[in-house]
């Protein structure tokens, strides 16, 4: 049977989200930080480096506004020089906002990548007709792009027009351009800001063509309930078990319980629950870092499939996740990135 999936965008004061709906569940969200962009995911900045950190292999830099970034990898940055950097994940209250060099700009059909000349295409575009005639095509349309950008076509440009490819390399390269020429100067500037929520969802969610797409439709959809459920750290399971998820400082903590369940496997029955859910959980509440998971008590034995169950939930997750394995108490971790602002923190009033 064929799904139903819908991507509906909302605007609240002056902040897009949009949600992504497979067969009326909630399947995504993102939204825009509180106060804009300008700090979010994806910014570009001209920063000035303060000092240069070899032992931890960056640097501290300033931004405007008195923010610091932390440059990975900026080791060999010397005090007072500048670089053209990028936000690479969410910052911690409190902590340097991490920031890369490797500056690259993604549509739905391409990106663009600074300092790395060069036209790539992606793996899975596998025709090696359709692979010769994009390579090709892309090649004419960079004649004009500065000699230090590069440029790689994602999957989906196997099966879009003409058209679609060639507004977005356009796109991508006019970023890549407003970088490059915002990069020299003595002081920190923002150059470009961080997407917004509605650009994520149709540069990620679009995979192919069988979406529909829908404007302030969120109280038509019932989002604002589907996204309540998400708000506490309870949840409740198949069989009657429960996962609690509880953010701290340092981890975001996750424990799964039987609850009335007390059949035989219901350990197994709990976890797998647990390990098919527990991405989608944290994609929407949008949080990362590292996370420790207290799985419920089962025999050894079923720890391969409940790891298993929980690789195939990730493998059409946004955020990169690693699974750091089983601990010698027992506990699962996961290593995911910090792209998102917590929904704790940016829930719209």
Known sequence: MMMTRRVVVERRAGREMAALLIDGELEDFLIDPVGGNEFAHGAVFRAVVDRSLKSQGGAVARLPGGQRAFIRGGGGLAAGSTA????????????????????????????????????????????????????????????????????????????????????????????????????????????LPGPRASEIARRDWFRTNALNLYAEGFDNFGIWELLDKYRGD?????????????????????????????????????????????????????????????????????????????????????VETSLAGWTPLGNFELQRKRLRFPLSESWPE
């Open 84 to 191: 053209l950097v990028q936000i690479s994940s969410y910052a911690e209250s409190g902590k340097a906002i991490p920031a890369t060099q490797n500056v690259r700009f993604k549509r739905r059909f391409a990106i663009s990548v600074v300092n790395r000349p060069g036209t790539n295409l992606a793996r899975s575009i596998s025709s090696t007709q359709r692979r010769a005639y994009l390579a090709n095509f892309a090649k004419t349309l960079c004649r004009e792009a500065p000699e230090n950008v590069g440029l790689i076509l994602r999957s989906a440009a196997a099966d879009a027009d003409d058209e679609e490819i060639a507004a977005d390399i356009e796109l991508v390269l006019g970023e890549a351009d407003i970088a490059l020429s915002g990069a020299s100067g003595n002081s920190p500037k923002m150059l």
């Open 234 to 318: 309870k949840f409740e399971m198949q069989n009657g078990s429960l996962m609690y998820i509880q953010e701290t400082k340092a981890i975001v903590a996750v424990d799964v319980n039987t609850g009335g369940d007390h059949s035989t496997r219901s350990g197994l029955k709990a976890n797998l629950n647990a390990a098919r859910i527990l991405p989608r959980i944290l994609r929407i509440k949008g949080l990362g870092g590292q996370i420790v998971v207290d799985f419920a008590p089962a025999p050894k034995n079923t720890r391969d499939s409940i790891v298993d169950a929980l690789r195939n939930s990730l493998r059409h997750d946004l």
